[in-house]
């Protein structure tokens, strides 16, 4: 803005310039270059690049994710994806809503990741744009479950793959110590610091650790038995009727018969009591990029990591917002 006198009244007006940042000492165009080059690199580097103070680097970036919002609008979601994120130490979370059509986050919000913060989602939605909702992708924590029942009931509810098969890891490694706290003297050096080879993909290891994977399940048949299960639950997913889904998990499930893996059982009865969320990924209707909310919260860890010891939540409620939206 910059002040004009009036030639009728004689009083003085500000004139806006629309070229002006909400800084008038820059432009738009410096403020987009400046959030463009924060969104590969950190506040600290981009200020001493360009000789600015921390602080302004900082408010330039927030000006121009801002930007980014408003030309992207709100939408009209009918695919979501539901997680929750740790902001801190101490339990401390906000709740993160994709919209899975778009590949985009379009919520961050909440107190923790209980039933009321998941409720402020569709109340900012409201009622009209909530009963557009198809599907709702989530883990199987039942606040998200009952907030999604009661403002969105006509919403299919889908239970995320990674977060189930993140479950069957932890059995498989509560099976691991189990066999080492059972094991003793040399039979247990086949199984200690092996955690993360058993739990690794198979062709993300490396060519020793294919080689000590295959050293491990030879050594210890249990072991053995729970990594081939573990393996072979990811089937389930690839079934176009329930009804072969069905009949696949219950033979999964008898198999478990005799092999003393009662972490394996106790995963298990979960996946029953669940099934319906499990199921419903069977219909056409409701085949969405389940790796889409696994890698989102990937990119956000790295925001996290880039954006240590920063404790302005409106910063970060800004980078999770725009990190999956085009350059201005």
Known sequence: MRRVQCRSCGSVKRERLDFLA??????????????????????????KELRLDW???KTLEKQYMEAQLARAGRGGPKAIGIDEISIRKGHSYRIVVSDLE??????????DRSEASMA???????ERKSHRIRLAVMDMWKPFRNATTAAAPQAAILFDKFHIMRHLGEAL????????ARLSGKDRRFIKGQKYTLLSHHENL????????ALLLAANKRLNT?????????????????????????????????????????????IDRHWDGIAAYCKPENKVSLGFVEGLNNKIRVLQRRAYGLRDEEYLRLKVLTCMLPAL
């Open 120 to 126: 402020q989602f569709y109340a900012w939605r409201g």
């Open 226 to 270: 729970a990594y081939l299960l573990k393996e072979t639950f990811g089937q389930l997913w690839n079934y176009r009727r329930e009804g072969w889904a069905r009949r696949f998990f219950d033979n999964w499930r008898a198999s478990l018969k005799w092999q003393r893996l009662k972490p394996y059982e106790r995963f298990a009865d979960m």
């Open 22 to 47: 909400s800084n008038p000492r820059y432009t738009k165009r410096f403020a987009y270059y400046v959030g463009r080059r924060c969104r590969q690199a950190s506040i600290r580097d981009v200020a």
């Open 55 to 57: 602080e302004t680097v």
């Open 173 to 180: 490694d509560r099976v691991r110590k189990a066999e080492y």
């Open 206 to 213: 490396s060519l020793d650790g294919k080689r000590s994977l």
């Open 102 to 111: 778009r590949k985009r986050p379009i919520w961050f919000g909440g107190q």
